[in-house]
Nanobody, 116 residues
Framework: QVQLVESGGGLVQPGGSLSLSCAAS????????MGWYRQAPGKQRELVAA???????DYADSAKGRFTISINSAFYTVSLQMNSLKPEDTAVYYC??????????WGQGTQVTVSS
């Protein structure tokens, strides 16, 4: 089993930046990819960005050009740098990881609120 612990959420003004981090523990050698999903109130969970341990990335259209995902494959940590944040980015952000896909295991989530 894989455990994921997120950190770095909070309140930020529109146009601001925020960085999320996630550390994996447990059966980490079963991880081939990690990612970030989010769920806004009243909406379904959606992919924000994902990355393989080899460094290949995938971004939601809403994240392209503003968010950057990175991974430390040696320590199985993943980060999400979010810039130019918008109120519509407000959501609970979940760290994910997996072998066949990046969303087999989920963290507890961290709240990101973009508001003035």
């Amino acid at each position: 089993q894989v455990q994921l612990v997120e950190s770095g959420g909070g309140l930020v003004q529109p146009g601001g930046s925020l960085s999320l981090s996630c550390a994996a523990s447990g059966s980490i050698f079963s991880i081939n990819a990690m990612g970030w999903y989010r769920q806004a109130p009243g909406k379904q969970r959606e992919l924000v960005a994902a990355i393989t341990t080899g460094g290949s990335t995938d971004y939601a259209d809403s994240a392209k050009g503003r968010f950057t995902i990175s991974i430390n494959s040696a320590f199985y940590t993943v980060s999400l740098q979010m810039n130019s944040l918008k109120p519509e980015d407000t959501a609970v952000y979940y760290c994910t990881a997996g072998y066949y896909s990046a969303n087999e295991h989920w963290g507890q989530g961290t709240q990101v609120t973009v508001s003035s």
